[in-house]
């Protein structure tokens, strides 16, 4: 089942929202096996654009203004030199969750509970958010 996703980023620099679709490989899942197989996506969209070793690379204008909406132009080149640990990044992304750093939404309602059954054929949009402090510093 492929799903449209919201993923907000909200920052000083930049405050956007983007639409990926991510493809789930069933509809009903766990909020664990939800978070778990958008990392899991993630991790692959990024490991191959960094394995991407294109020599010349163009954008078209409406690839510019579409980036040009989203807060930033670029080729998409990453200039790290090691691609993303999976297990790492499920594991990071799942404490950020119980840890309250992340908020997942399905339509207007917040996930809190890791083991709450989701039916994706239900669901209208779904929402990753990356809350960040506002002032003061953790001691």
């Known amino acids: 089942m492929e799903m449209k996703v919201n993923v907000k980023s909200v920052s000083g620099k930049r405050n956007r929202i983007t639409t990926v679709s991510v493809p789930y490989s069933r509809d009903n899942m766990s909020v664990r096996e939800l978070i778990e ?25 409406a ?10 132009i670029s080729f998409g080149t ?18 950020a969750f119980s840890d309250g ?6 339509d207007e309602r917040r996930l809190e509970d890791e083991e709450e059954i989701l039916d994706l054929t239900n669901i ?16």
């Not at 490991?47 to 954008?59: K, Q």
């Not at 990453?78 to 404490?95: N, P, R, S, V």
């Open 37 to 61: 197989e958008t990392v899991n996506y993630c991790v692959s969209e990024y490991n191959s654009r960094m394995e991407n070793t294109e020599l010349l690379s163009a954008l078209l204008p």
């Open 63 to 72: 690839e510019i203004s579409d980036k040009a909406a989203q807060g930033k």
């Open 78 to 95: 990453i200039y790290g030199e090691k691609c993303a640990d999976l297990k790492k990044a499920q594991a990071d992304a799942l404490e």
């Open 101 to 106: 750093v992340v908020a997942v939404f399905t």
């Open 124 to 139: 209208k949009s779904l929402t990753f958010i990356k809350l960040v402090m506002l002032a003061g510093r953790m001691w």
